[in-house]
């Protein structure tokens, strides 16, 4: 059984999708954009042996397709947060956090990765002071 979800847990990742963000926009482009293909690629492989067998590897093909389209496309950069969220869900659910010592951390994640995905799907235009 999934641990509950507190406001608590929601505001944390909340403010780190928010620092995260803040952060990235400081890379100049294209720099940032291929950045964030390259990130998205590693962060769709965080879970390989977080409990859900052979769906682990068939994930991480599809999130390095995704992320692969992503150099091209912010589009696509969204889409692998996106596919990156459903995880966090099974992650949740049924599988192992990615924090394991952070039983709710897999649910913040994915609150953290679908702003992130909202972000990326407008373009990842710079937040904060311009440059």
Not at 60 to 81: E, K, P, Q, T, V
Request: include cysteine.
């Amino acid at each position: 059984m999934p641990h509950a979800f507190t406001v608590q847990d929601a505001a944390l990742a909340v403010a780190v999708a928010f620092v995260f963000v803040l952060l990235v926009s400081r890379l100049r482009e294209p720099t940032r954009h291929q950045f964030m293909a390259i990130f998205v690629a590693g962060a769709g492989s965080a879970y390989l042996g977080g409990g859900l067998g052979g769906w682990e590897f068939a994930y991480a093909a599809a999130a390095s397709y995704a992320a692969f389209r992503g150099l091209a496309s912010y589009r696509w950069i969204a889409a692998a947060w996106l596919m990156h969220v459903g995880w966090d869900v099974a992650h949740h659910l049924w599988g192992q956090p990615i924090v394991p010592f952070v039983p709710t951390s897999s649910a913040q994640c994915a609150v953290t990765d679908s702003l992130l995905a909202v972000w990326f799907y407008y373009g990842a235009p710079t937040l904060g002071p311009r440059r």
